[in-house]
Structure formats: C-alpha cells, structure tokens
C-alpha cells in the first residue's frame, strides 16, 4: 500500500477535527497544568513542570502578566491565552459547522488582529499596557479569526490530499484506459 | 497554453531567510513571545509570495500549497536563524556558557520557579555537551508553526485559477 492509498481515508472535515482536537487539547493546558499543580502531588507537579516547559518557546510567561488559577499563573500569558482560546474556538466551530459557515472577508480578519496589535506595540513601545483580562478579550478575536482561516486552509489541504488520493485510486482501477490515453495522446 | 506550476523554494527561501534574521536579532526577536509571530510570519509571507507567483501562471493555490511552502519556510528560518545568531554571538563574544545559563535562569524573576525548574533539570540531564540537541527541538517548533502560517496564508490568499479562454478561430 503505498502513502497516497493511506490518505484516501482522510476526509477533510476529519483532518480539520483531529486539528480542532489538538487546538484544544493545546489550550486545556493552558489552564491544566496549574490546576493539576495545586493538587499536591509530587508526579503530578512534575509532569506539570515539564508541561510549562512545553509552552515555554512560545510565550514570555510571565507571572504578572498571566491569568492565574489558585495563586499559579497560567502556562502561557493572558494575551497568548486569548489567541489560543479564540484558535480553539475558531477552528472547533469551522470542524462542527463544516460545509455551513461562511467566514468573514479579509477586511474583518485585518480588524481583528490591530487591536491586539496596537495593544502589543504600545506595550513595547510607549509602556502602556491593558490589565489581563481585558489584554485577553483583545486577543480574543484575533484567535477566532486566525483560527477560523486556519481551518479554511486545513479543510483546503484535507480536500487537496483527496483528490490526489481520489486520482490515484482511480489510476489504479483503470490502468488499461490510462495507457490507451497516453499511447493515443 | 498551459504553464507549468511556479517552484516552491523561492518564496520560503525569502520568507524563512527575513524572519530567521529577525528572530536572530535581539530585541526584536521579542516578537516570537506573540505566539511566535515571527515564525507564522515566515509561513504566512512565503505563502504571500507564492500566492503571487501561482497567480501570474494562473495556477491553483491554497492550504496544500501554503502548508508546502509553510513547512519549508520553517526549515529556513531554522537554518538562517541559527547562523545568524551563531554571527552574532561571535561579533558581540556572547558564547553560550552552561553554569551562567543556569545561574540566570534561577536568578530570573520573570521565571515561575516552576518553570525555570523545569529548564534546569532539562538542563542539566543533557549537559553541556548535549545543547545541540536543543536545535531540533527548535526545528520542530519552527516547522509547526511555519506551517500554521502557511495554512492561514493559503486560505487569505487563496487562488482559483481562470478557465481558459476559447481559442480565437
């Protein structure tokens, strides 16, 4: 069996749910692991530890700018909280609402992201920064609608793989015609 | 007349090479704390510019494409960043020294303790000798998400291509 006959089973709506999967597992983490941190257990604050670690090249993770559960801050900050929240979310509606939602245009994917934007260059740049709950309600938007174009371009590869799959299958079925095609061609 | 489809390695080669330099460069490679824009960034612009190229042949384009092109953007910022900020650590004399690296992580207050624990223990089990091994794992993050970038570039500027024309007779 060669690696195009194994993708014929994958769907696009199944391609975008095991992603939807992941995004959500991803962001369970964000507030597990200092969940799991406040019960006490030694292993369990372990696999933790390493779990911060994991989340580590992707955000600052600073304390005092994260969301915090029991006195523990979150894994990533209260930004990257809500960018990953609102990819979660994006992607989770685009796998259940596959082949019925309509995504926004480019114009409204361009006003989600500057606020979150402008939010990250005045930090930096003039020291103003949003308290973390609102910082994470900016981000919020932007998340849902990467998220959401992220699931247009997974569902899009998902097809691709498909057809080629589709292609292939069909190629074997019908050797004799395809030589006929090219000897005639 | 049909054209043929326009190559992938060009338009990761730019997108890997400019963000790979700017995620080398201090300061600004602050930006890879957005949830690491720097790297999406190389996906999404190499899927820019492929999208570009696609659309000038009048050739399909979109998440397969941006996922192809993304992933190889990815393997470029890798390579153009680790050679960048390998200059630049012989430029400023900051080579990597293992004891200092601890120390700071442990004397760093923006470090939960539970995290900076965590990295000393990573650490110290592979030693000094073993830093190289933190390159793959940079790889691994960068092809993630480089490829992420590319699969929202290929959805934002996705291509159909025009049915041809009928022939003048």
């Known amino acids: 069996m060669d690696h195009r006959t194994k993708r014929a089973g994958v769907t696009p709506r199944g391609l975008l749910m095991a992603v939807a999967l992941l995004a959500i597992l991803w962001t369970a983490g964000i507030g597990g692991v200092p969940f799991i941190e406040s019960s006490g257990d030694e292993t369990a ?29 979150f894994t990533v900050c209260a930004r990257c909280t809500g960018l990953y929240f609102g990819g979660a979310a994006g992607l989770a509606l685009m796998a259940l609402g596959y082949g019925r939602v309509r995504f926004p245009g480019r114009l409204w994917l361009l006003l989600a992201v500057t606020p979150t934007v402008l939010d990250f260059g005045m930090g930096h740049l003039a020291g103003v920064s949003l308290p973390n709950l609102a910082r994470l309600a900016v981000a919020f938007p932007a998340g849902l609608m990467l998220g959401g174009y992220l699931a247009i371009g997974v569902a899009d590869l998902g097809k691709s793989w498909s057809r080629r799959a589709e292609e292939a299958r069909s190629a074997q079925s019908s050797p004799a015609t395809t030589d006929r095609l090219q000897v005639g061609g | 007349m049909e054209r ?65 092109v993304g992933v190889l953007a990815g393997v470029f910022y890798t ?21 200092e690296a601890i120390a700071q992580i442990e004397s760093n207050p923006q470090i939960p303790p539970e995290t900076a624990d965590s990295i000393i223990r990573v650490l110290e089990s592979i030693g000094s000798g073993g830093m190289w091994l933190l390159l793959p794992v940079s790889l691994v993050i960068a092809l993630i998400f480089a490829t992420v970038g590319g699969l929202i570039g290929g959805a934002v500027f996705k291509v159909e291509p025009a049915a041809p024309s009928e022939p003048a007779l």
Not at chain 2, 79 to 99: P, R, Y
């Open chain 2, 4 to 68: 043929s489809t326009p190559s992938v390695w060009m338009p990761a080669l730019i997108g890997g090479a400019v963000f790979g330099v700017a995620g080398a460069i201090p300061i600004l490679n602050f930006l890879n704390c957005l949830c690491c824009a720097l790297v999406i960034g190389s996906g999404f612009l190499a899927a820019f510019l492929y999208s570009k190229e696609c659309r000038k042949t009048n050739t399909a384009f979109g998440g397969g494409g941006g996922a192809k």
């Open chain 2, 79 to 99: 390579v153009f960043g680790s050679i960048v900020q390998w200059i630049i650590g012989l430029i400023t004399g900051a080579t990597f020294d293992f004891e």
């Open chain 1, 45 to 73: 604050a372990t696999t933790a530890g390493l779990a911060r670690l994991a989340y580590r090249p992707v955000c600052h993770q600073i304390p005092h700018r994260s969301l915090a559960l029991g006195g523990r801050p």
